[in-house]
């Protein structure tokens, strides 16, 4: 019972009816009539106070249980969650070895290929090699043409500011731009006089016998691209295919400046050598025609800066040390 229900039913005792005033030395029947119904009273409220207490007793404990039940609820929502982030944390980190795994075996894959690229590499060079051998021996001019042809090519690719190992590809490749005159016979090629029209249709087949002597390794796929393509023309009207612009490879159309350039400035059986002024002359006359006028512009740099003249020593000087040691 609260204070102020004890207050409520000490006022209800207060405020009822007085009693009558007995005779002295005997108790009125009133009197023990008022104070039983006055005890029952207090007895009823004492009742009514302990049922709204046990009530309120009983409200709380069922918002105690209610709360309780809501905590373990959480609780067991807690726990599952627990288990659900154990799992997902198991699961990354089964994915994290996993993608590293599949790294080392990338890593793995790509060092073979390297080195099968690598082994490819050098399996052409010998290739070519061999190939620039047997046309040195068809054609005794050769070798030192082929020397110089690279040598231009490479100086004009770097001046047209391409990566160095496309330099070093085009260089390479542009070796092989006449390796179909093998098939091409003694009596044409060595021949002192200006070909005639069936002679000339002969030659020109060597563009297409190169590319089929190249067969279809992706090493030289830019070697069979100059092969074919190192006689077609910037305006369209070159062999085999007359084809004109960028529908040349920019290998080729490099090539075909260095080759020509080269071959007008050599002593041919049916020709004397031009010299470089001229050769440069011709060139740069035939930019826009026969020519990609941006090749000649890079050509024609070159040649005033000296690097023209400079290689041509260059491939002279090493021509002779070789002959000196075979005389030897």
């Known amino acids: 019972m609260n204070p102020d229900d004890t207050k409520k039913m000490v006022e209800t005792v207060d405020v009822s009816p007085a009693m009558p005033e007995a005779p002295s030395g005997a108790a009125s029947p009133d009197v023990f009539r008022q104070l039983l119904h006055q005890a029952v009273r207090v007895a009823d409220l004492s009742n009514a106070q302990a049922m709204r207490?046990?009530?309120d007793f009983a409200k709380v404990y069922e918002r105690e249980q209610g709360v309780r039940k809501e905590f373990e609820l959480q609780l067991r929502q807690m726990a599952l969650m627990e288990k659900q982030a154990t799992r997902y944390a198991e699961d990354l980190a089964q994915m994290l070895r996993t993608e590293r795994e599949r790294r080392h075996e990338l890593e793995r894959a790509l060092e073979q290929e390297r080195i099968a690229n690598e082994e490819l590499r050098r399996t052409g060079l010998q290739g070519i090699s061999h190939l620039l051998l047997a046309a040195t021996i068809k054609d005794r001019t050769t070798g030192d043409h082929l020397l110089r042809v690279r040598r231009y090519v490479e100086a004009i690719a770097e001046?047209?500011?391409l990566p160095?190992?496309?330099v070093e590809e085009f260089g390479y490749s542009s070796v092989m731009h006449d390796v179909g005159k093998i098939h091409t016979p003694d009596h044409i090629l060595q021949s002192e006089h200006?070909?005639?029209d069936d002679e000339f249709d002969v030659i020109k087949k060597h563009c297409t016998d190169g590319e089929k002597m190249?067969?279809?390794?992706r090493f030289f796929e830019i070697a069979r691209g100059i092969a074919r393509?190192?006689?077609e023309r910037w305006d369209g009207k070159g062999y085999p295919d007359g084809k004109k612009g960028d529908e040349i490879s920019l290998a080729a159309r490099i090539v075909s400046v260095a080759d020509v350039f080269d071959a007008l400035t050599s002593k041919r059986p049916y020709k004397d050598a031009w010299s470089a002024e001229a050769g440069l002359e011709a060139i740069e006359k035939g930019a826009g025609e026969r020519f990609d006028p941006e090749v000649v512009s890079a050509f024609v740099g070159l040649s005033r800066e000296g690097a023209v003249?400079?290689?041509?020593q260059e491939v002279a000087a090493t021509s002779s040390e070789q002959n000196g040691s075979s005389a030897k």
């Open 164 to 166: 160095a190992d496309l």
């Open 309 to 312: 003249d400079r290689i041509r």
């Open 214 to 217: 190249l067969g279809d390794a």
């Open 159 to 161: 001046r047209l500011g």
């Open 194 to 196: 200006h070909l005639s």
């Open 53 to 55: 207490m046990a009530m």
């Open 229 to 231: 393509e190192h006689h």
